[in-house]
């Protein structure tokens, strides 16, 4: 079993509606992050989370909301979905404490999101 | 602010040769950490190779080896005795290592094909 579960791993849907994409690990890590990947343009993040208590933005949270409902949950919203969302989602988790900043993010298999 | 340039949008290798992915950062952080992602046509996101700052010597994993030339800001990723499995998007990035920021700067990616 993957260590970084994404689901669905496809979605089509249209323009307005609300979309909810989840997150889960198994790997026990404290903190979780949200980036998409447009063509061209590398991996943007959206929001991360430290704790379930600590969320925060990231460069391009406008029209995004998330939930970290437990330690090993971070889902990730589009209240209203438009088609400049479509992009490839990937979840990704990585270590906290006093060695953090040097551990690799690990990421999910990515969810392919097309808004009509 | 953090910045990756990866100045290679494509590369071709002949299958057992090297190859280098260039890549510059721009960062103010003293303390940094740089790493190399690779992405196949399945879409996931694999952790290479890590490097820090601070490390003296270049970081090597398997085949593949960071030549990391802090004075120039570069940190090229060589693959050596490429395979046709290594026919991916390879993305670098960077993170400072000070304070709490914990936002990954991705570059663009090089999109590298390994042919017979």
């Known amino acids: 079993d993957a260590d970084v579960t994404q689901t669905p791993r496809n979605r089509i849907t249209k323009t307005g509606k609300r979309i909810m994409l989840e997150c889960s690990q198994t790997?026990?890590?404290?903190?979780m992050y949200w980036y998409r990947q447009d063509p061209g343009l590398g991996l943007r993040l959206i929001y991360y989370s430290f704790d379930v208590k600590d969320i925060n933005k990231g460069e391009i949270s406008d029209g995004y909301s998330v939930s970290r409902q437990a330690q090993a949950k971070f889902s990730l919203s589009l209240e209203s979905a438009i088609p400049n969302q479509t992009a490839l989602y990937f979840c990704?988790?990585?270590?906290?404490?006093?060695?953090?900043?040097?551990?690799?993010?690990?990421f999910g298999d990515g969810t392919r999101l097309s808004i009509l | 602010a953090q910045k990756i340039t990866q100045t290679q949008p494509g590369m071709f290798v002949q299958e057992k040769e090297a190859v280098t992915l260039d890549c510059t950062y721009d960062t103010s952080d003293q303390s940094y950490g740089l790493f190399w992602y690779k992405q196949p046509s399945s879409g996931e996101m694999i952790f290479l190779i890590y490097?820090?700052?601070?490390?003296?010597q270049n970081a090597t994993e398997g085949r593949y080896s960071l030549n990391f030339q802090k004075a120039r800001k570069s940190a090229n990723l060589v693959i050596s005795a490429s395979q046709l499995g290594d026919s991916a998007m390879y993305f670098c990035a960077m993170r400072g290592l000070t304070g709490t920021a914990s936002k990954l700067t991705f570059g663009t990616g090089t999109r590298l094909q390994v042919t017979l």
């Open positions: 990704a988790t990585s270590e906290g404490g006093s060695t953090a900043a040097n551990q690799p993010q690990h």
């Open positions: 790997k026990g890590h404290d903190r």
């Open positions: 490097q820090g700052s601070y490390d003296e």
